[in-house]
């Protein structure tokens, strides 16, 4: 598709046996359960954009970051060509509960058997089996 994919951020937030997701609130995935995340802003480091994004769909602080997994994302939406380079980022659980805010409708905890039964980002459900398969309850 392009040449050049834009940047795009991801955080994995783990607590205990949960993970954070957000509903989004805005196409192209509307309605659907992801890691908080978004583009990369001219002059942004993707830990930087990686920490806005969770602050300005949840109201959370990332705690230390650690480079999860790389997707290169390609589709068609709406008629129009989306191609990105997702950088997943995971981080665990420093405190205060999320609020949902920006094109977020929804923020929680959820545990890996709550996502089998939700419209949850296929990428999203192969990263929270990476993290949280290992987890005990």
Known sequence: MLKNPSPAVSI???RGTRILLVRRARAPSLGLYAFPGGRVEAGETSEHA???ELMEET???AGELELHREFHV???AGGAPIDFTLRVFSTT???DEPVADDDASEAGWFTLDQ???MP???SVMEVAYDLLSSQTS
Request: overall charge negative; cysteine-free; charged content about 25%.
């Open 12 to 14: 994995a937030m783990i």
């Open 120 to 122: 949850v980002i296929a």
């Open 74 to 76: 390609e589709h068609e």
């Open 93 to 95: 659980w420093q405190g």
């Open 115 to 117: 996502m089998e039964t």
């Open 59 to 61: 109201g959370l602080v």
């Open 50 to 52: 990686a920490r806005r």
